[in-house]
């Protein structure tokens, strides 16, 4: 499993981001994807997970109707499409693989080097 993140970036408060995670290895379509964030000096945070199957979604509260997670197991790709971003949205982004979809770092097994996120107010 290698999992590379990208689409991060630089954005303005109230703009949109959609970040991509891309697994190399033949175990995405058996795997849970979640999306974690850090920021400086924070510990790393749950953001949102998907099941395998795309049917069972969970986000964390300070990101809930604005961002939105999804994936194509056609293409090895999971995505975070993030909205109305706002500066407290800052952090470097992550994406795991894991065997069902949950918000602690424990049930992730293998973890992409993450993408950066800047929101400028």
């Known amino acids: 499993v290698q999992l590379v993140e990208s689409g991060g970036g630089s954005a303005q408060a109230g703009s949109s981001l959609r970040l991509s995670c891309v697994d190399s290895g033949r175990a995405f379509r058996t795997s849970a994807i979640g999306w974690f964030r850090q920021a400086p000096g924070m510990e790393r945070e749950f953001v949102a997970t998907i099941s395998r199957s795309g049917g069972d979604i969970y986000y964390a509260d300070s990101v809930k109707g604005r961002f939105t997670i999804s994936r194509d197991n056609s293409k090895n790709t999971a995505f975070l499409q993030m909205n109305d971003l706002k500066p407290e949205d800052t952090g470097t982004y992550y994406c795991?693989?894991?065997?069902?979809?949950?918000?602690?770092?424990?049930?992730?097994?293998?973890w992409g080097r993450g993408t950066q996120v800047t929101v400028s107010s």
């Open positions: 795991a693989s894991g065997g069902v979809p949950a918000s602690s770092i424990q049930h992730y097994n293998y």
